[in-house]
């Protein structure tokens, strides 16, 4: 294992156990919202996307996040309003990221969504 996976491997354990230990609020039920998020900032090769992954699904939240060739990080995330609120903040307030701007817009609901993915910047799907 060369040094590079090797800190790849240990990133993906730090935010596993990050996401895993989080202390989540109550959050209400809500009717389904739909945003498009975008981050901007230092939010690349930093785990952003697998963190903001880990938190959506951990919170049942659906939708989709990528990295894009500006730098920024865009998403849309389906849920409760609070929920969403919740995802933005903590990505927000990561110490291993710079969140200079978080732009959102509010999008129609995507009916029987199941899952949050990551996507490869060819709109792909990462395994």
Not at 12 to 40: C, Q, W
Not at 54 to 71: E, F, H, P, Y
Request: hydrophobic fraction near 40%.
């Amino acid at each position: 294992m060369g040094f590079k996976e090797i800190i790849k491997k240990i990133q993906k354990d730090y935010v596993v156990r990050r996401v895993v230990g989080m202390n989540l609020p109550s959050f209400k039920v809500a009717p389904l919202t739909r945003e498009h998020i975008v981050f901007t900032g230092r939010v690349q090769k930093i785990g952003f996307r697998m963190e903001m992954n880990l938190i959506a699904q951990r919170i049942g939240l659906t939708g989709w996040v990528k990295n894009n060739d500006s730098g920024s990080v865009e998403a849309e995330v389906q849920g409760g309003k609070d929920k969403i609120d919740f995802l933005k903040q903590q990505m927000k307030s990561l110490k291993r990221a710079k969140v200079l701007d978080i732009e959102t817009r509010e999008l129609p609901v995507i009916e029987n969504e199941k899952s949050f993915t990551v996507l490869r910047t060819d709109l792909t799907r990462e395994s």
